[in-house]
C-alpha cells in the first residue's frame, strides 16, 4: 500500500506537469502576442472554475484549457492518496481509521465541489 | 507575454531553489515574488502559490512514504484540523482586506525567516521520552508508532492531542489563507506538543501539506483565483527548483547561503508589511 501511494503522488504530480507543460506550448504558438494583465483581480470565466467545465474544455485542445485541467489533476492528485488511504484502512478493517479518512474525504469533496453546493 | 512567463519561469525556479534549500517551502517566497516583484494582485498569488505548494509536497512526499518513517495513521487524524483550517482560512481571504493579508503574510515571513535560524536543539535521538499513561483517547486512535533509528526501532507514544489539535488548525488557517504550506507550525505541533520524534514529525508534516494544500485550491478554483497563465510557469519553476534544491542540500555545507537566504527573507517580510500597511497591496 505504501509503495502505490508513493507511485500514486509521483505519477499524479508528472501526469499534471506534464499537461501544464503541454498546454503552455500550445498557448504560445496558439497566442503569441496576447498579453494580461494581473495587477487587478478580475477572477477567472467559468471554464476555469467549474470542475466540468475545465474537463470538457480541455477536449478542445486549447492551450489555456489544458492548463487548467494539469491544475486540476494536481489539486486532484492529494484527494487520490486519501482515497487510497480508506481503502487500505477498509482492507484492514480498522473501522475508526476508516471514519477518520471518510470525514478527510468528505471535506475535500466540500472543498473541491463547493460551486455545485449552495450554503 | 512571452518575456513575462519566462522570467517568472526563472523566478519560481529561484523560488523552488531557496524553499527546499530553507526548509521553508516555495509558496513564502512565491507570494513576495508574485505582488512585490510583479505587481500581481495578492489574491491570484495566493491561488498560485496553493498551487505550487501542492506539487512541491507531493513530489517530496513520494519519497518520505517509501521510507516509512511518516505515521499515515496520525497524519489523516490530524487532516480533519487542517483542512477544516484551511477552508476556514480560504474564507476569511474572500472577507479579509487584501491590505491586512499582505500585512499578516509579512509577520509569517518574518517569523519563518528568524525561526530557520534559531539552531533546534539536538535531541531528537537520545531524548528518553517520559513514559505516561496514555489517555483513552490516544489508546482508541492508537496513536504510537515506531521508526528505524541507528540502534534499531524506537518506539514513541503521543501527548497532547487536544493541544496538537489547535496547533495544526491553526496551520491549516494560515496555509488556506496565504498559500502557504505552513509546514513549520506542523512540525511544532507534532514535534513540540505532541512529542513525537523529529524524524517523523518533518516527514508526516510534508505528507499533510499537500492535502492541506487542496482543500483550500479547491475553494480557491473555485472561486476563480487560479489562473493558467500564472500558474504554469510558477508550478514548473517551483517543481524543478525545489528538486535541484534537494540534491543540493545533501551535497554541501549549506549555513553560510541559508543566512544570506534568511536575510534576503526578511526584507521580503519588512516591504511586504511596509506596503501592507501603505495600502499598496
Known sequence: MRNIMGSLLRVGVLAAAFLVVLGGVLFFLQHPKEVFDYTTFKGEPAKFRQVHLIVKEAMNLRGRDIIQLGLLVLIATPVARVIFSLIGFLIEKDWIYVSITAIVLMILFVSLLSNYLTF | MVT??????????????????????????????????????????????????IATSSGAASAYVKEGILNIRIGMFLEI???????????????????????????????????????????????????????????????????????????????????????????????????????????????????????????????????TAAASAGIYLNRGYIDPVLSMPVMVGVLI?????????????????????????????????????????
Do not use: C
Not at chain 2, 107 to 128: C, D, G, H, M, P
Not at chain 2, 129 to 152: D, F, H, Q, S, V
Not at chain 2, 246 to 275: G, H, Q
Open chain 2, 241 to 281: 527548483g525545489s528538486l535541484v534544491g534537494a540534491k543540493f542540500l545533501l551535497r554541501s555545507r549549506t549555513k553560510s547561503i541559508r543566512l544570506v537566504f534568511a536575510i534576503v527573507i526578511t526584507l521580503l517580510a519588512f516591504e511586504m508589511i511596509y506596503n501592507g500597511l501603505a495600502k499598496n497591496i
Open chain 2, 81 to 211: 484540523a487542517t483542512t477544516l483550517g484551511a477552508i476556514a482560512g480560504a474564507a476569511i481571504a474572500f472577507f479579509a482586506p487584501t491590505h491586512a493579508i499582505a500585512v499578516i503574510f509579512g509577520f509569517v515571513l518574518l517569523y519563518s525567516a528568524l525561526s530557520s535560524f534559531i539552531k533546534r536543539r539536538a535531541n531528537a535521538e537520545s531524548e528518553i521520552l517520559p513514559e505516561k499513561k496514555p489517555g483513552r483517547m490516544i489508546g482508541l486512535l492508537m496513536a504510537k508508532g515506531t521508526y528505524p533509528t541507528a540502534n534499531g526501532l524506537k518506539s514513541y507514544t503521543l501527548q497532547h492531542l487536544g493541544g496538537g489539535f489547535i496547533v495544526m488548525s491553526v496551520a491549516g488557517i494560515l496555509s488556506g489563507l496565504l498559500g502557504i504550506g505552513s509546514g513549520a507550525l506542523k512540525v511544532i505541533a507534532m514535534d513540540s506538543i505532541m512529542k513525537i520524534p523529529f524524524k517523523v514529525s518533518t516527514s508526516t508534516s510534508n505528507f499533510m501539506i499537500g492535502v
Open chain 2, 4 to 53: 513575462f512567463i519566462a522570467i517568472l519561469f526563472a523566478g519560481a525556479l529561484f523560488a523552488g531553489f531557496i524553499g527546499s534549500l530553507t526548509g521553508l517551502g516555495g509558496g513564502v517566497i512565491i507570494v513576495p515574488l508574485l505582488t512585490i516583484g510583479f505587481g500581481v494582485d495578492i489574491r491570484y498569488a495566493i491561488g498560485t502559490s496553493l498551487i505550487s505548494v
